[in-house]
C-alpha cells in the first residue's frame, strides 16, 4: 500500500511538522529508497524543513528524484553556501536541471560559489563520502553504514559534521562497532580532523597526502563545511598529468598537445615558441659577432664556442631541475631562497673549475698553446657558475611574479648560458690575444 494511504501518515506530517530537526536525524539513518519514500510521501513544505537540517551529501542524494518544487521549497530555507553544496554533489545533468528552476539572481550566485580554479582540490574531489550528525547514535549509523556496505558505497573514512555541515570528527570503524549502542557519535568521534581547503593547490594537497600517508583526506570550504574527498590514487593520477604538462611547457609545448593531436593544433602550438627560440638564437649569434675579428685571426676559437655554451646549458638543466622539484614538493620556503641560490652557484663554480680544467687540458693538448686552454677554462667557470644561478633563480622569479615556473624555463635558461658563455670565452680570448697568436 503506497505510503500517503497509510493511516500512520498524518502522524508522520505532524512529526515533520512538531521537530523537523528529528526528522531529519531518522531520515540520515533510513536506507536512501525509504528516506526517498518518505520524502514524496509528506507534502514539499515539511520535506523541505528537514531536507535543510540533513548532511548537504545525504539531502543531495534525497532530492535527486524530487519535483522542482520541492528543490524550489528547500532552497527557499538555505543560505546559498548551503545550496551551493548540495548541488555539488549532485549528478551534473540533476544539477542543471534544478538550477534552471531557481531565479537568475540565485543561480548566479550559486554557481560562481560551486566553481573553483583548475590546480585546486575543489576541481579534483570527490563526493562520495559518508559523514553523520555528531548527536546520531552508535546502532542508527550501524545500520546506515551496514547499509552502504551492502550496496558497496562505503569509502574509507567516516566523518561527523555538526549542524552547519562544518569537519567536526572522524569515527574509526572498531570505535564505532565497540561502542555502546546509545552513545552519540560525538563521544567516540576523533577531533581535530587534518582537512585541506577547496582552493588549496592539487601538489600542495599531494604533498601533504604523502607526508601523512593518509588514503584520502577531507575537503572543506572557507566556513569547514565538509564538500568532499580527494583520494590518493585519484590525486597521483591527476599530479601525474601536471608533471607531464610541465615538462612539455619547460621545452616551449602547449600542455595541451598529445602524441597523436591533429596536425595543424600541434603546428598552432608550437610555432609560435619556435619564433621566441629563434629570436633568442640570434641575440646569442649577436655576441658572436661582436667578436668577429678575434675569430677570423684565431679560428681555434670558433671549435670551442659550443662546447662552452653546451656545458653551461647542460650544467643550467641540473640546477633547474632540482629547484623545479624542490617546488612541487613544497621544498624551498621563501627564507631559505637566498641559501639555495648562493649553493647552486657554489656547486657551479667547483664544476667550473673541475669541467673547466680537463677542456683546458684537451684544448692545450690539441691547439698545443697554454693559454687557449686558460681561456676556455675560465670561461667554463664563469659559464656553470651563472648557469648553476640562472638555473635556480629562473624558476624563483617566475613563481614570486605568480607565473608557472615550468613555462618555457629551458629556452631562457639555455639564451642565458649561450650569451654568457660566449661573451666570457671570446671576451678572456681577447683580452689574451697576444698569447694566443
Request: charge should be neutral; glycine fraction near 6%.
Amino acid at each position: 500500500m503506497p505510503a500517503k494511504r497509510s493511516p500512520l501518515m498524518p502522524l508522520v506530517h505532524r512529526f515533520f511538522e512538531v521537530d523537523a530537526v528529528a526528522a531529519s536525524r531518522v531520515l540520515e539513518t533510513m536506507s536512501t529508497e525509504e528516506a526517498t519514500a518518505v520524502l514524496k510521501a509528506v507534502p514539499p513544505t515539511l520535506a523541505a524543513g528537514a531536507c535543510r537540517h540533513l548532511p548537504a551529501h545525504q539531502a543531495a542524494e534525497l532530492l535527486k528524484e524530487a519535483s522542482p518544487r520541492l528543490f524550489r521549497e528547500v532552497v527557499d530555507r538555505l543560505e546559498p553556501t548551503q545550496c551551493a553544496a548540495i548541488l555539488f554533489h549532485l549528478p551534473a545533468e540533476a544539477r542543471e536541471a534544478l538550477l534552471a528552476e531557481l531565479p537568475a539572481g540565485s543561480r548566479r550566485q550559486i554557481q560562481e560559489l560551486m566553481t573553483y580554479p583548475d590546480d585546486s582540490a575543489g576541481r579534483i574531489m570527490s563526493v562520495d563520502f559518508v559523514a553523520f550528525r555528531a548527536d546520531v547514535r552508535v546502532r542508527d549509523a550501524i545500520l546506515r553504514v551496514r547499509d552502504l556496505a551492502r550496496r558497496n558505497a562505503l569509502s574509507s573514512y567516516t566523518y561527523v559534521i555538526d549542524e552547519q555541515d562544518r569537519l567536526a570528527g572522524v569515527i574509526n570503524m572498531r570505535d564505532l562497532f565497540l561502542a555502546q549502542g546509545d552513545e552519540p557519535l560525538a563521544k567516540i568521534m576523533r577531533g581535530q580532523v587534518f582537512a585541506v581547503d577547496c582552493f588549496m593547490d592539487q601538489e600542495q594537497v599531494a604533498h601533504e597526502l604523502t607526508r601523512r600517508r593518509f588514503f584520502a583526506v577531507p575537503v572543506v570550504d572557507p566556513d569547514r563545511r565538509l564538500l568532499g574527498v580527494v583520494k590518493s590514487d585519484q590525486l597521483l593520477g591527476q599530479v601525474r598529468e601536471e608533471a607531464a604538462e610541465d615538462i612539455q611547457l619547460m621545452f616551449g609545448v602547449s600542455a595541451d598537445e598529445r602524441a597523436f593531436s591533429a596536425l595543424g593544433f600541434s603546428l598552432r602550438k608550437r610555432l609560435p615558441w619556435l619564433h621566441v627560440n629563434l629570436a633568442t638564437a640570434f641575440l646569442a649569434a649577436s655576441v658572436v659577432a661582436l667578436f668577429e675579428g678575434i675569430i677570423g685571426r684565431v679560428t681555434a676559437l670558433a671549435v670551442f664556442l659550443p662546447v662552452v655554451a653546451g656545458q653551461g646549458g647542460n650544467a643550467g638543466a641540473q640546477s633547474l631541475a632540482v629547484v623545479m622539484r624542490g617546488l612541487v614538493m613544497r621544498e624551498i620556503p621563501s627564507q631559505k631562497v637566498a641559501l639555495l641560490l648562493r649553493k647552486e652557484v657554489q656547486i657551479g663554480v667547483v664544476n667550473g673549475l673541475v669541467v673547466g680544467g680537463v677542456t683546458a687540458a684537451v684544448a692545450w693538448a690539441w691547439n698545443g698553446n697554454p693559454y687557449l686552454g686558460l681561456v676556455i677554462g675560465l670561461a667554463m667557470v664563469v659559464n656553470l657558475a651563472v648557469a648553476g644561478f640562472a638555473g635556480a633563480a629562473i624558476p624563483l622569479g617566475m613563481r614570486a611574479v605568480g607565473l608557472d615556473p615550468a613555462q618555457s624555463s629551458n629556452i631562457i635558461l639555455t639564451t642565458v648560458t649561450d650569451v654568457v658563455g660566449f661573451f666570457a670565452f671570446l671576451g678572456f680570448a681577447v683580452l689574451l690575444e697576444s698569447r694566443l697568436t
